[in-house]
């Protein structure tokens, strides 16, 4: 089974186009399962998106929320807002993604009337279960669009079609009191969480402390901490720690370096540090996942 994985910039925006210019839409029946160490890691994008659980169970960590979805439950991610999915077994999660200015352009009446409210609004996220009724016929409708993208060629008319009927569903349910269209929603914490991320990024193979990170954006080390644990749910250091391993784990299936260099390479003070570290996160020793990674070329 191949495995894939996401990619993003400097800032974690994701980099893939989703559709093009003419058709701002893109499916992806995706299964988390087949992901890299079994998630699709931290991502956001300017364009909007819905998933289904059709099978498994997805561990969903949207801003700074979590959040279990189990089969036949369903998920908007707002615009621009980072989040991530993991999951513990085979989970398919067939989604859409799409451009606001897919439903009306953005200077139009139903485009600000409509559109932005919930763009803007103080949601970053809408979760869909069966059991409640607009939320279930949202579900309905999700599976329907699925349903055309796999069995239909010209099927734009009618995807656009269901997809005003989930918007006017969300506009009338969903609570968009909080409505600001002044709000940027990469706020103020979020551009501080990437800029001690891409300092991270910039220097991961040297000896980087807790203080330093926080330097990098003039702020006390406990403002560093709290950034970083309600943005991503972790502390800086253990996102130092997991982006050196990630830097290894390329390293180990795009090269043939010996371990304990790649070790060395990617900031570990030694190989058998490395080794624990990496097992310990991904279940799997260095060595095995290299060899993993082979069969499956």
Request: contains cysteine; negative net charge; charged residues 15%.
């Amino acid at each position: 089974m191949n495995s894939y994985k996401i990619t993003t910039d400097e800032t974690l925006r994701e980099t893939i186009c989703h559709g093009n210019s003419h058709y701002p839409f893109a499916y992806y029946p995706e299964n988390i399962w087949q992901f890299d160490f079994h998630r699709i890691d931290w991502h956001w994008h300017h364009e909007l998106e819905f998933l289904f659980v059709a099978e498994g169970t997805a561990l969903c960590l949207v801003g700074t929320n979590k959040i279990e979805l189990h089969k036949g439950c369903g998920l908007f991610v707002n615009s621009s807002i980072l989040h991530r999915f993991e999951a513990q077994c085979s989970t398919f999660i067939p989604n859409i993604v799409f451009s606001p200015s897919l439903l009306a352009p953005e200077k139009s009446l139903i485009y600000q009337k409509y559109i932005s409210p919930i763009i803007h609004a103080s949601v970053p996220y809408q979760t869909f279960y069966p059991n409640t009724t607009w939320q279930n016929h949202i579900l309905d409708l999700l599976s329907q669009i699925f349903i055309l993208q796999e069995t239909t060629t010209n099927n734009e008319l009618h995807t656009i079609q269901l997809l005003y009927q989930i918007w006017n569903l969300m506009f009338q349910n969903m609570d968009i009191a909080s409505y600001s269209p002044d709000l940027h929603r990469l706020n103020h914490s979020q551009a501080r969480l990437q800029t001690m991320m891409q300092y991270i990024h910039d220097h991961y193979t040297e000896e980087i402390t807790l203080e330093m990170i926080a330097a990098s954006v003039s702020i006390s080390k406990s403002g560093a901490l709290h950034i970083f644990q309600s943005g991503i749910h972790i502390s800086p250091i253990a996102y130092l720690i997991q982006y050196r391993l990630t830097q290894a784990a390329e390293q180990l299936y795009t090269t043939q370096k010996p371990i304990s260099f790649i070790a060395e390479e990617t900031g570990f003070k030694s190989c058998g540090y490395f080794c624990r570290k990496f097992k310990q996160h991904y279940h799997i020793s260095p060595n095995e996942y290299r060899q993993k990674k082979a069969r499956n070329k």
